[in-house]
């Protein structure tokens, strides 16, 4: 297939989770006519579907009870009275849960549009939980210093997922669902299309246009133990940075406190939100020695660290020791039911234990990338720390680094992220398409290398199982690049993932079959957990200093004299990642860099 035979459209998005469809829904919106959607599931098995918690926005319906305290319950705010929320600090608490390395301009924006992107959910028909007199429910959340959770239940993702889906199909966006995206063509720092196999007939197709977008997501499934869903391999990422595209922060990875133990599935925050205690074996609520003030309801960071210190020191429950408790029994049957219903059906299924009766055992898990693609505020994807944009190359939600969350994400901060930052890409897009964009020549014929390299996966007869291969990645990942990292378990981990890259060479896909070859396809998100990796170990190693999820046992201390700063990661001539840094955008006056305290 050359140039000539190629699928065109105007705007290709990859990715149909909380931020593709955002951008696909706003640019069809805006008149652009021929908007395509493709994502490698059906398009509402996206991952955004899966968050339980809620999302943040100051929307002022609720507030503790009078001579409660902090933790105390809440109540609606009775019309007229005063209220106890702002974006304002909306953006000092993501400001200091991001340890001070967010970009301010970036998260000003996010509280800001915060209010009218909820607003606009609920005018779309968007089912969300009730106060008594009718406005949006809200709840507490880790690191917010106000209930500002807006949810449905335990259900919130997919609400509004459900939401968006149907008003981008409203709009005459085209779904290409179970299509996998395999490379991006970008030339002169221009973007011309993507290369895509399509899973149901094994094909592989070039898809021309004058503007792409990534919005696929987030990298777990690097780890062990891990919250995301099995899709969540990073393959936006690693086709970015094997195109020449920058990575940014890719060392930050957020650990969430309560995964389940041994599975690692959500327990969501809310548990925590609506009052639910962490025990340690001897019963005592641990989280008053390392955070007096919050609590359990600390940043994610913070509390997966004092877990794992209590389980480092023997204060672990289980057999071996490995989980803490969950306990949700004192808020009854009635609240959990209410509340949580997907949270207690998870907690039977998965740990046979019903949250009403006894406290589940859980452990920290492997959950959100704070890095990816480097992005300005509208989406733009850039080239390096001058800002320098890859003309017609977009991305937003969680595969994006616009910065909001730094150095660590608070919880409801990123559905939030995907919502603001793909309806800003949208309108970007279309702005873009508008102005005349047009579409851009390919050299060569990438679909066909793209087959060649298939071609050569299946035909190697070599005797690695890429499973094996896999499971090792995720094993030194999570024991030498996890909660608690050292010089010397980074440089394990560097050695063990640059030797399973040599491995990888010689792996063999059993399935040598062109329909629906879910073999072929582990073995391609296998390649990419192995690219990231590696820089996400070498940004870590390099970054002597501890800052948000990045906890370095041998520099424990943040360092703003030498690491204020954002790391770029460019692949090398070599192949090797090459690092460069980015300034931090910070407003001086108004939120200068101080010690985080909870
Ligand atoms: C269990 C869980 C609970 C969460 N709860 C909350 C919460 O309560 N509040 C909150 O704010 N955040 C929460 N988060 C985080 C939040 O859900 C995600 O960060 C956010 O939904 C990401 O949205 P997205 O649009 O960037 O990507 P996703 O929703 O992950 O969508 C990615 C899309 O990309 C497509 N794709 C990926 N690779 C390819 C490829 N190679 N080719 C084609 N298509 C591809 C996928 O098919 C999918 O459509 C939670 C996360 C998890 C895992």
């Given at each position: 297939m050359t140039n000539s035979d190629a699928i065109t459209h105007d705007v290709i998005i990859v990715g149909a989770g909380l931020a593709g469809s955002w951008a696909a829904m706003i640019a069809a919106e805006q008149g652009v006519r021929d908007v395509a959607v493709l994502s490698k599931l059906h398009p509402l098995r996206s991952h955004s579907g899966a968050a339980q918690g809620g999302i943040a926005a100051a929307l002022n319906n609720v507030r503790p009870v009078a001579g409660t305290g902090p933790r105390g319950p809440l109540e609606q705010i009775p019309e007229g009275e005063e209220p106890v929320d702002s974006p304002e600090l909306h953006m000092f608490d993501t400001i200091k849960g991001s340890d001070w390395l967010g970009d301010q301009d970036a998260i000003e924006i996010l509280v800001n549009d915060a209010i009218d992107v909820i607003y606009q959910y609920e005018h779309m028909g968007c089912v969300f939980s009730r106060t008594p007199d009718g406005r949006i429910a809200q709840r507490r959340f880790g690191g917010h210093s106000a209930p500002r959770a807006n949810f449905a239940a335990d259900w919130t993702g997919h609400v509004l997922l459900h939401t968006i889906h149907e008003q981008a199909l409203k709009?005459?966006?085209?779904?290409?669902?179970?299509?996998?995206?395999?490379?991006?063509?970008?030339?002169?720092?221009?973007v011309r299309g993507v290369v895509a196999i399509n899973i149901l007939t094994g094909e592989v197709h070039l898809l021309r246009a004058k503007a792409v977008m990534f919005a696929t997501g987030g990298y777990g499934r690097a780890f062990?133990?891990?919250?995301?869903?099995?899709?969540?391999?990073?393959?936006?990422?690693?086709?970015?940075?094997?195109?020449?595209a920058p990575l940014m922060d890719m060392e930050f990875v957020q650990f969430h406190p309560t995964g389940l133990y041994r599975h690692g599935i959500l327990m969501s925050e809310a548990c925590r939100g609506e009052g639910g205690y962490l025990l340690n074996k001897d019963g005592e609520r641990f989280m008053e020695k390392y955070a007096p003030d919050k609590m359990e309801l600390a940043p994610r960071d913070l509390v997966s660290r004092s877990e794992q210190r209590e389980i480092d020191e023997g204060r672990g429950v289980m057999e071996d020791g490995q989980a803490i408790w969950l306990d949700l029994r004192h808020l009854g049957r009635e609240k959990i039911m209410e509340r949580l219903p997907q949270v207690r059906e998870l907690a039977i299924d998965f740990a046979g234990v019903d949250p009403i009766e006894e406290p589940v055992p859980i452990q920290p898990t492997a959950h959100y990338s704070m890095g990816g693609i480097p992005t300005d505020n509208n989406g733009q994807v850039i080239a390096d720390a001058q800002g320098t944009p890859i003309v017609g190359f977009y991305a937003a939600g969680e595969v994006a680094c616009v910065s909001v969350h730094g150095a660590n994400r608070l919880g409801t901060n990123s559905l939030l992220e995907a919502s603001v930052f793909g309806r800003r890409a949208g309108y970007a897009i279309a702005e873009f398409i508008k102005n005349g964009a047009k579409l851009h020549p390919v050299t060569g014929d990438p679909a066909e290398r793209n087959r060649r390299m298939i071609q050569e996966m299946l035909d190697n007869p070599g005797k690695e199982l890429v499973e094996d291969i896999a499971q090792e990645l995720k094993a030194t990942m999570t024991a030498n690049c996890g909660i608690f990292r050292d010089d010397e378990k980074l440089k394990r981990a560097l050695k063990d993932v640059r030797e399973l890259q040599e491995?990888?060479?010689?792996?063999?896909?059993?399935?040598?079959?062109?329909?629906?070859?879910?073999?072929?396809?582990?073995?391609?998100?296998?390649?990419?957990?192995?690219?990231?990796?590696?820089?996400?170990?070498?940004?870590?190693?390099?970054?002597?200093?501890?800052?948000g999820a990045h906890a370095r046992t041998d520099y424990p201390k943040r360092d703003d004299e030498n690491w204020l700063k954002h790391t770029l990661a460019r692949k090398g001539e070599d192949g090797r990642p090459e690092l460069s840094y980015k300034d931090v955008t910070i407003f001086w006056d108004r939120f200068p860099p101080q010690e985080r305290k909870y």
């Open positions: 709009h005459g966006v085209k779904f290409y669902s179970e299509w996998y995206v395999m490379d991006v063509i970008i030339e002169d720092n221009i062990k133990i891990t919250s995301n869903a099995f899709a969540n391999t990073g393959d936006g990422v690693a086709i970015a940075y094997d195109a020449g491995r990888f060479k010689h792996a063999r896909v059993m399935d040598k079959s062109r329909r629906f070859n879910t073999d072929l396809l582990a073995a391609l998100e296998t390649k990419h957990l192995l690219t990231f990796s590696e820089v996400i170990v070498t940004g870590a190693l390099n970054r002597t200093e501890s800052r």
